[in-house]
């Protein structure tokens, strides 16, 4: 019973501080935020800060590797596909749920896409998504038995690349564009391209 309710108390302790410190990086740059500044803002000492993690940086590596695995445990590429056709309500609704997941989460991704202190994240974020997918992708049955392997390696950098700026934008904007909305375009971009989703046809 002792070991439970300390364990309690050290997971109390360690979501105070994370939710201070995403809080701050919403205010001030990750360069210029201090220990003090961070134990403050959780109601703690800086003694009992000291008792979690070694330092702000350790502090921001454990945030960022949470946050990274509970969005990439969204993505399930073999999900979206079944007898070499892809299932159209699959595709939208994972767009959905990634969408809200970004939106339940927006605290932490607007921390790390805007605060200038950290400026690996897209790269690490898209690096996360394109070792899931290419674990993934073996699991996929190809329509023709086989793929153009250039494109296994351009598709998911285009499409990552994409996804990663259009979260960007769309937490800049407030979301203010609902999830579904998007999602919709997004689909309508990867069954008929650019091109077409805008309206061209292709010149004969």
């Given at each position: 019973?002792?070991?439970?309710?300390?364990?309690?108390?050290?997971?109390?302790?360690?979501?105070?501080?994370?939710?201070?410190?995403?809080d701050l990086l919403q205010e001030k740059s990750f360069n210029v935020l201090t220990i003090k500044d961070i134990a403050s803002a959780a109601?703690?000492?800086?003694?009992?800060?000291?008792?979690?993690?070694?330092?702000?940086?350790?502090?921001?590596?454990?945030?960022?590797?949470?946050?990274?695995?509970?969005?990439?445990?969204?993505?399930?590429?073999?999900?979206?596909?079944?007898?070499?056709?892809?299932i159209p309500e699959r595709i939208t609704a994972f767009i959905q749920s990634i969408f809200r997941h970004f939106k339940k989460n927006a605290r932490f991704f607007k921390a790390m896409f805007f605060n200038e202190g950290i400026p690996m994240f897209r790269q690490r974020m898209q690096?996360?998504?394109?070792?899931?997918?290419?674990?993934?992708?073996?699991?996929?049955?190809?329509?023709?038995?086989?793929?153009?392997?250039?494109?296994?390696?351009?598709?998911?950098?285009?499409?990552?690349?994409?996804?990663?700026?259009?979260?960007?934008?769309?937490?800049?904007?407030?979301?203010?564009?609902?999830?579904e909305e998007v999602a919709q375009r997004i689909f309508l971009i990867f069954t008929r391209g650019p091109l077409r989703a805008l309206g061209f046809s292709f010149k004969a």
């Amino acid at each position: 019973m002792g070991s439970e309710s300390t364990d309690l108390r050290v997971m109390k302790t360690r979501a105070a501080i994370q939710s201070a410190f995403l809080d701050l990086l919403q205010e001030k740059s990750f360069n210029v935020l201090t220990i003090k500044d961070i134990a403050s803002a959780a109601k703690i000492g800086r003694g009992t800060f000291y008792l979690h993690y070694v330092d702000k940086y350790e502090l921001l590596e454990m945030v960022i590797e949470k946050g990274l695995s509970e969005t990439i445990d969204h993505f399930h590429p073999h999900d979206y596909f079944l007898d070499g056709q892809a299932i159209p309500e699959r595709i939208t609704a994972f767009i959905q749920s990634i969408f809200r997941h970004f939106k339940k989460n927006a605290r932490f991704f607007k921390a790390m896409f805007f605060n200038e202190g950290i400026p690996m994240f897209r790269q690490r974020m898209q690096k996360r998504f394109l070792d899931k997918f290419q674990a993934e992708v073996r699991q996929l049955a190809f329509p023709n038995g086989s793929v153009d392997p250039l494109m296994l390696e351009i598709l998911p950098i285009f499409l990552s690349s994409a996804m990663i700026g259009l979260v960007s934008w769309w937490l800049e904007q407030h979301m203010r564009i609902p999830e579904e909305e998007v999602a919709q375009r997004i689909f309508l971009i990867f069954t008929r391209g650019p091109l077409r989703a805008l309206g061209f046809s292709f010149k004969a």
